[in-house]
């Protein structure tokens, strides 16, 4: 089942399968590794629903809401 970042729940694992969005944050998500591929796990969500802390490639980053609806993610069962 494929769904967004920013739909996933606490705890949820993904592979990304696509990243889309405009020039400058498409080119800063791939920058920080949101490439295709890459296993991502939701470690926290802020209780407004931004930001959100996903582990990737070994270490913790923070995105907002915008730029995780721009991933794309096979959900793990």
């Known amino acids: 089942m494929q769904k967004l970042l920013n739909e ?3 705890g949820e694992r993904g592979q990304i399968k696509s990243v889309s969005g405009e020039g400058k944050i498409r080119r800063r998500l791939f920058d ?3 490439t295709p ?3 991502v ?4 969500k802020a209780p407004l629903g931004d930001p959100l802390e996903i582990t990737i490639r070994g270490y913790e980053l ?3 809401a915008t730029e995780a609806a ?3 993610l096979e959900v793990e069962k």
């Open 32 to 34: 920080m590794g949101v």
């Open 70 to 72: 721009c991933v794309m």
């Open 37 to 39: 591929g890459a296993e």
């Open 62 to 64: 923070t995105l907002r």
């Open 8 to 10: 996933f729940s606490v």
């Open 41 to 44: 796990l939701l470690r926290k």
